[in-house]
């Protein structure tokens, strides 16, 4: 049976859990940054189990963002 909370099917595909990979991918950034690189790491990770090109538009939203503030 499928633990949705803990450990849901969409976050556990391949030998990394995507919250361990989000905490290396965001290690030394802040705030925006570190939000928006985690929710685009998030939605790429999980698009072909999830939502589909939902998901995939959601991570562009954030990849977007990202670079509005870079500049």
Do not use: F
């Not at 990394?16 to 925006?32: H, K, N």
């Not at 940054?33 to 685009?40: D, K, M, Q």
């Not at 998901?55 to 963002?65: E, N, P, S, V």
């Amino acid at each position: 049976m499928e633990d949705k909370v803990n450990h849901p099917s969409h976050y556990t595909n391949g030998k990394v859990e995507c919250i361990e990979a989000l905490e290396a991918a965001t290690t030394g950034l802040v705030g925006i940054e570190a939000v928006c690189t985690a929710n685009a790491i998030k939605y790429l990770w999980r698009w072909k189990h999830k939502n589909g090109t939902e998901d995939l538009k959601k991570a562009k939203w954030y990849i977007d963002r990202l670079l509005k503030e870079a500049q």
